[in-house]
Nanobody
Framework: QVQLVESGGGLVQAGDSLRLSCVSSGRTFRNYAMGWFSQAPGKEREFVAAITWNGGPTDYADSVKGRFTISRDDAKNTVYLQMNSLKPEDTAVYYC???????????????????WGQGTQVTVSS
């Protein structure tokens, strides 16, 4: 069983930045692709960003391209989501998730992810 714990959310103003962190309890974290998803009130959870197991290709939702950056530090069992130029429409609960083993490509579908964190709230005021 792998536990994922997100942190770094909060209340910010439009234009501000936040960095979300997700720490994994898995001993083989470095071997798995990782992803970030978001769920706004009244909406379904949706893909935000993903990274391959070796920190290679990354992928982003069109709505966050150029503003958000996903990265990983395997020595710390941590995946990050740097969020810049935040907008009110970015308000959501953000979840990290563990993807496929040795995945050399990124995945946008939730079904590819096995373990999920509890989420961290990001609220952007206008």
């Amino acid at each position: 069983q792998v536990q994922l714990v997100e942190s770094g959310g909060g209340l910010v103003q439009a234009g501000d930045s936040l960095r979300l962190s997700c720490v994994s309890s898995g001993r083989t974290f470095r071997n798995y692709a990782m992803g970030w998803f978001s769920q706004a009130p009244g909406k379904e959870r949706e893909f935000v960003a993903a990274i391959t197991w070796n920190g290679g290709p990354t992928d982003y939702a069109d709505s966050v391209k150029g503003r958000f950056t996903i990265s990983r530090d395997d020595a710390k069992n941590t995946v990050y989501l740097q969020m810049n130029s935040l907008k009110p429409e970015d308000t959501a609960v953000y979840y990290c998730a563990q993807g496929p083993l040795y995945a050399s490509r990124t995945y946008k579908g939730e079904g590819a992810y096995t373990y999920w964190g509890q989420g961290t709230q990001v609220t952007v005021s206008s």
